[in-house]
């Protein structure tokens, strides 16, 4: 397992960068106005602003808040805008005609302009102690409306429980949120066993904040993540889903993975994978596994597509390959070996992470492609090039090789058969070597036993 100066070293750091012309000078001040920090209307989105200003003159308070607040002080593009206001849910869908009432444990309205939807949440309070939490701590109502500040108080970390209000542009912080950005610490509001009891998935979040914003976690705030990790196991595994793919699929999953193993929350959500990654004699599933993760941060940099199939391609495969070979020595058949290595593997995996079946069927279909693409002879190579799966199988098999299996020749093979002529094609698979060229001798048929042989 890496260190954090180790990750730190091989990821780099991001410095954080807050611009402010005189943030220093209102550390202490609990409203920022516009002349003392940077957001401008010009970044924000023009859905969030009509959000905002609709809410303002039907006479409410509307302020944006999370994450799109701290990252306009970051210097990066949110990926989403919410707005959090003293309208009730019931009061902000009356005001916009496209908008849509949601959730039941929590009400939110989402405010629809074109593709962009925005949230619009109304002040929280805490939990009011026994009537709010369950015995392990954990949060089951979160229903009971508040004042902006009760809202402030029940966020998770002091960098999302900024507030840019529309009616003034300033910036309203009551948790020292303005400090911790330029220190570049992510803080936990109020007691962190408290908090993460309350939702241990916070933890991942901490973890995410890390690795997408290279800020470091203050104290209090890391030391309990180790102890209280295994508190994820009662997160309801659809939820798991949903921040694996925010923890791996937001551009910094490399880093976000090494932090993931170094504060034993890896193991919490994908534990197969976990007791095999970190071998000291086998380099293999942890180069292959981190190889992927950069392809997937690469490919997501340059706005290219990107399939959650792949990734849990990746993530599941040393457990399903270690199967596969211990099915392969029970005499099973080398796919039907691995169909059930997927299978086994999948079923464990689903219970704590639940990948739904659209993703698991592509899944299955890259590592089955594996053995399918060692046999080359007759048509089968062209066929398989018509797989629709073929370039994410054929993907994989070069992470495979550059990873450290005895694979390059095989891959070298197909991406030169990709842009081969018919002609070539053809003469490509007559000069396979005799052994894999030659289709297997089928079995004879055993005769049934008759009644007379028993
Ligand atoms: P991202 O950039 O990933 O969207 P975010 O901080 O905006 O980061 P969201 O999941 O969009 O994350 O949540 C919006 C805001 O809601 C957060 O900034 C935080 O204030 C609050 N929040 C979200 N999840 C929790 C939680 N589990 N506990 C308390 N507050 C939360
Ligand atoms: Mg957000």
Redesign the pocket.
């Given at each position: 397992m890496l260190s954090l100066n180790k990750i730190f070293d091989r990821f780099g750091k991001k410095k954080p960068r807050i611009r402010g012309r005189g943030l220093s000078d209102a550390l202490e001040a609990t409203v920022i106005p516009r002349s003392e920090h940077t957001i401008s209307r010009k970044q924000i989105s023009s859905a969030a602003l009509k959000t905002l200003y609709g809410l303002k003159e039907a006479g409410y308070d509307a302020y944006l808040?999370?994450?799109?607040v701290?990252?306009l002080l970051l210097g990066h593009e949110?990926?989403?805008f919410?707005v959090a206001t003293n309208a009730s849910p019931e009061e902000v869908h009356k005001v916009f005609r496209r908008s849509q009432l949601i959730g039941r444990r929590f009400k939110l309205v989402h405010v629809r302009f074109g593709r962009e939807i925005i949230?619009v949440?109304t002040f929280r309070a805490p939990p009011q102690t026994e009537q709010h939490v369950d015995d392990a701590g954990r949060i089951m109502r979160d229903n009971v409306y508040g004042t902006l500040e009760q809202d402030a108080w029940?966020?998770?970390?002091t960098i999302?429980?900024l507030y840019y209000n529309i009616n003034d542009f300033s910036i309203v912080d009551f948790t020292g949120g303005i400090a911790d950005l330029k220190a570049g610490k992510i803080k936990l509001i109020g007691d962190v066993e408290t908090?993460y009891r309350?939702?241990p998935?916070?933890m991942l979040?901490a973890i995410?904040?890390v690795g997408?914003l290279g800020l470091l976690l203050d104290d209090d705030t890391e030391r309990l993540i180790p102890t209280l990790a295994h508190l994820l196991a009662d997160i309801p595994a659809a939820r798991l889903f949903d921040e694996s793919l925010?923890l791996y699929l937001?551009g910094n999953a490399a880093v976000t993975h090494e932090l993931l193993c170094h504060y034993h929350l890896f193991e919490q959500l994908f534990p197969q994978t976990d007791k095999v990654l970190h071998s000291e004699v086998d380099n293999y599933p942890r180069t292959l596994l981190i190889k992927a993760l950069e392809n997937t941060d690469k490919r997501i940099d340059e706005g290219k597509p990107i399939t959650p199939a792949f990734l849990f391609a990746a993530i599941l495969w040393e457990p399903v390959r270690q199967r596969w070979q211990e099915h392969i020595a029970r005499n099973i058949p080398v796919i039907p070996a691995l169909q059930r290595a997927a299978t086994d593997v999948i079923m464990e995996q689903v219970t704590r992470v639940a990948v739904p079946k659209r993703f698991t069927i592509m899944t299955r279909d890259i590592w089955t492609l594996q053995p399918r693409l060692e046999q080359r002879f007759g048509k089968r190579a062209p066929r398989l090039l018509t797989h629709p799966k073929f370039r994410a199988g054929y993907d994989f098999l070069l992470l495979r090789a550059e990873s450290g299996e005895p694979l390059t020749e095989l891959a070298d093979w197909w991406t030169q058969f990709q842009i081969a002529t018919e002609d070539e094609q053809n003469t490509m698979v007559k000069n396979l070597a005799p052994v894999s060229n030659k289709r297997k001798p089928r079995r004879r048929k055993r005769k049934k036993p008759t009644a007379k042989s028993e």
């Open positions: 808040v999370g994450g799109c701290r990252d949110p990926k989403d919410d949230e949440a029940r966020r998770d970390f999302n429980a908090r309350e939702d998935v916070r979040r995410r904040f997408k925010k937001s």
